[in-house]
């Protein structure tokens, strides 16, 4: 399992390990940390099934050989998270707070109009592991594998075309203040829907305990965030 940052990598970086990083990148990144938050402190279409969800959209991967490098070895995944940016849709659908699906649904709509722009054949043939015969991967001749320059579309995902969508649903009067607000009882939740699926989040890390939670209510029995222990000084 991956741990740390590779929960939150664009799809693109994740797929194509030899992309140039870019600032889009970096940007689509927090939308993943949004999704993860979302998840993880509010009910979702998705709580009941978090253990089987959220390793298959962000944590799936494998290693892969790359021949026109040496055989040197890659990790290459985000292939459910890559299919999600090409649909328009968001992968996490909060089921009482119309507000933020309807954020999500925008910032959806904003990585699909990006990932929209790509040649994936030649991305492939640029970006992927060559002689792997893992899905996406390359198989053209190492003459076409050259790298090349990327360049930024800066059409549609951008920090301002974000920043922008916030802005419209924090500010606007159209829109229930109380149900985008940063709440108490949001930040301070006992509903920590990763505690119930077992997800390991300590020490920033995200990754599946050995066994499952029992959970026999229909709401999902959440066990309440441990107190941290003050230690004499």
């Not at 029992?214 to 441990?226: A, G, K, M, V």
């Amino acid at each position: 399992l991956y741990q740390g940052t590779w929960v939150f990598r664009s799809a693109l970086s994740s797929s194509y390990p030899f992309k140039p990083y870019l600032p889009v990148d970096d940007v689509e990144s927090f939308i993943h940390v949004l999704h993860t938050l979302v998840l993880r402190f509010m009910k979702t279409r998705q709580s009941r099934s978090l253990r089987l969800i959220f390793p298959m959209l962000y944590e799936a991967g494998w290693i892969a050989l790359d021949q026109s490098r040496g055989g040197i070895p890659v990790r290459v995944g985000g292939i459910t998270k890559l299919d999600y940016m090409l649909s328009g849709r968001s992968p996490v659908t909060p089921m009482a707070n119309s507000t933020i699906a309807a954020v999500l649904a925008k910032l959806a709509a904003l990585c699909k109009g990006y990932y929209d722009s790509f040649d994936y054949p030649s991305m492939s043939r640029q970006y992927a592991p060559l002689g792997s015969s893992n899905p996406g991967c390359s198989e053209a001749g190492a003459e076409d594998h050259a790298e090349t320059e990327e360049t930024e579309n800066t059409t549609y995902l951008t920090h301002d075309a974000v920043i922008a969508i916030l802005r419209e649903y924090g500010e606007s009067v159209d829109h229930d203040p109380v149900s985008w607000a940063i709440q108490e009882d949001l930040v301070k939740s006992s509903d920590d829907f990763f505690r119930a699926a077992n997800i390991d989040h300590t020490d920033n890390r995200l990754s599946f305990a050995s066994e499952p939670t029992q959970c026999t209510s229909p709401s999902l029995q959440i066990e309440p965030p441990r107190k941290k222990r003050k230690h004499a000084a």
